[in-house]
């Protein structure tokens, strides 16, 4: 009887560690290769769509994306800051409105209007607008936090993207060192940035990473003092985990 039981205890624990190792693959595997697979067959639809309208208008995300805060059942901070409950953090930006109240809920590829690309990395990643979890940051895209400027425009063109599974575009952004282009695609448009400065660790409250002028409120004397145009890439660390924030900065070439 005791020999029975001792066999069933270990059936239901082999059964248990297959189950939770066949999750594990397809948390960090399976999900990777389909977020990454759609991530490039948008890239490749945006390019082809560009490609067959040369004479059409020029699609720029607005000058200030709308103020709109993610919901607390978004995950939209998982990889990137928690905005204050009363209004996006780089909302406002200097000389420039808040843009139109936000429309209708539209799917990740309907929001994706420009491809970040970085030489250093390899990475040829479609940028969507916001930063919801579900429908964008999941889609192996990087999402450009509500309130911040647009590409090419001054203030602070503010992204937020997988570190790990999810397609893990930001996955290796801590390689990027001063000097590195970070070149954003849009429409009939190209912007290129300089990688300035790198934030190793901060909190995900650090709200001021993506403000018109990027600085850190947690770590005094990180980021930037004076109005430009910037960009700012923002990511979880240490990996696999999302206990704090690693930031990278640059500024546009002229």
């Known amino acids: 009887m005791f020999a029975r039981v001792l ?18 693959v397809h ?28 004479s ?7 000058d ?12 939209g901070a998982e990889h990137g800051v928690s905005p204050s409950p009363a209004r996006s953090p780089a909302a406002g930006a200097p ?14 590829r309907e929001q994706a209007y420009a491809v970040l690309r970085i030489p250093r990395l390899g990475l040829v990643v479609p940028v969507a607008q916001g930063v919801d979890k579900r429908t964008v940051l999941d889609k192996g895209y990087a999402g450009q936090y509500p309130g911040t400027a647009r590409p090419g ?9 997988h570190r790990n599974t999810h397609g893990e575009p930001f996955r290796y952004i801590n390689r990027l060192r001063e000097g590195d282009e970070l070149i954003v695609d849009v429409q009939g448009r190209r912007y290129v940035y300089v990688v300035g400065k790198v934030l190793n660790e901060t909190t995900e409250r650090d709200t001021g990473v993506i403000a018109p002028v990027p600085h850190s409120v947690v770590k005094p004397g990180q980021g930037y003092s004076e109005p430009g145009a910037y960009i700012t890439l923002t990511t979880c660390t240490p990996e696999y985990t999302s206990k704090y924030r690693l930031v990278v900065w640059g500024t546009l070439r002229s």
């Not at 200030?64 to 995950?75: F, I, M, N, Y």
């Open 7 to 24: 066999w069933v205890c270990a059936e239901v624990i082999t059964t248990v560690g297959v189950v939770v190792a066949l999750l594990v």
């Open 56 to 62: 059409g208008p020029v699609e720029e995300a607005p």
């Open 27 to 54: 948390q960090v595997w399976w999900t990777n290769r389909q977020a990454a697979a759609a991530a490039r067959e948008q890239v490749r639809a945006l390019e082809s769509e560009w490609a067959g309208s040369p």
């Open 64 to 75: 200030v994306l709308p103020s709109v805060v993610p919901s607390a059942s978004s995950g």
């Open 153 to 161: 425009a001054q203030g602070n063109f503010a992204l937020a993207g």
């Open 95 to 108: 000389g420039r409105g808040s843009g139109p109240a936000p429309g209708p809920a539209r799917t990740a």
